[in-house]
């Protein structure tokens, strides 16, 4: 099966930490994208963070930015987001995806996975 396989979910106090990994399954992560997405109860899907192919470009939902780190290791076909100072409304499934090898945010997103629940409560 092609699809991406997120684990590394959990729950956790508001200010702790936690460190999503991304494993690309029937296919080489070499030339792709990864875009790290979530979804909390009854909210749009929204894109996270992104990281290129080539591990040259990121980017960041503001609400993010200097608290997740966006990473890849193309030799284990794996992504990862690093997540820190975590608040109740960091809450949500986290889903990769890719559309393409750049993060043109264009679409279509495909090799979706099951997602991985990160849960923020005190």
């Known amino acids: 099966q092609v699809e991406f396989v997120e684990s590394g979910g959990d729950s956790v106090q508001p200010g702790g930490s936690l460190k999503l990994s991304c494993k690309a399954t029937?296919?080489?992560?070499?030339?792709?994208?990864v875009t790290w997405f979530r979804q909390a109860p009854g909210k749009e899907r929204e894109a996270v963070s992104c990281i290129s192919y080539d591990n040259d470009r990121s980017y960041y939902l503001d609400s993010v930015k200097g608290r997740f780190t966006v990473s890849r290791d193309t030799a284990k076909d794996t992504a990862y987001l690093e997540m820190s100072s975590l608040k109740p409304e960091d809450t949500a499934v986290y889903y990769c995806?890719?559309?393409?090898?750049?993060?043109?945010?264009?679409?279509?997103?495909?090799?979706w996975g099951q997602g991985t629940q990160v849960t923020v409560s005190s």
């Open positions: 995806a890719t559309d393409g090898y750049l993060c043109s945010g264009s679409g279509p997103f495909d090799y």
């Open positions: 029937g296919f080489s992560l070499a030339l792709y994208a």
